[in-house]
Structures are given as structure tokens and as C-alpha cells.
């Protein structure tokens, strides 16, 4: 991990673990855009693939994967 990624104080993340958890994804866009304005796409990329995404519990990490996938996938099954 770079060290900006490393380094970012978890108030650069907490916002967008709420916008995810209020399932608000208008404002996590809106987030994730200004994230990757301020600190670059590389960095984005890695917090987002160690940090934020570990970070959430299955039934969130299932809405934000259908949120970026709705326009592409009809339905989403229930595996296990």
C-alpha cells in the first residue's frame, strides 16, 4: 500500500461507510468523487480494496456491489 493510502486518517473514510450503510448512493458517488479529486484514482483504488471494502458487513458489501452493477445486471441471486 502506498503511504498516502496508508497514512489517510479514518475521517477521510467514515463518511463513505456511512453514505454505504445509510444506503445513500447518491452521496457515496458524490464522496468517491471528491476522494479521487483530492488524493488521485491510485489512491482511491488501494483504500477502497484494503480498507473501506473489508470494512463492510455482507448485506452492505452486497447493496454497493449491486448499486454499481444495476445497469448491467437484472437481478442479483442469494448464494449461501
Do not use: H
Not at 447518491?26 to 479529486?37: C, H, I, N, P, R
Not at 480494496?49 to 441471486?77: H, M, T, Y
Amino acid at each position: 500500500m502506498t503511504p498516502v493510502a496508508a497514512e489517510l486518517p479514518i475521517t477521510a473514510i467514515v463518511p463513505m461507510l456511512t453514505a454505504i450503510g445509510n444506503r445513500q448512493w447518491e452521496q457515496f458517488k458524490q464522496l468517491e468523487a471528491d476522494f479521487v479529486s483530492q488524493y488521485g484514482v491510485e489512491v482511491w483504488q488501494e483504500v477502497f480494496n484494503f480498507r473501506l471494502k473489508p470494512a463492510l458487513d455482507k448485506d452492505s458489501d452486497r447493496w454497493l456491489l449491486i448499486q454499481w452493477c444495476s445497469e448491467g445486471i437484472i437481478s442479483v441471486k442469494n448464494v449461501g
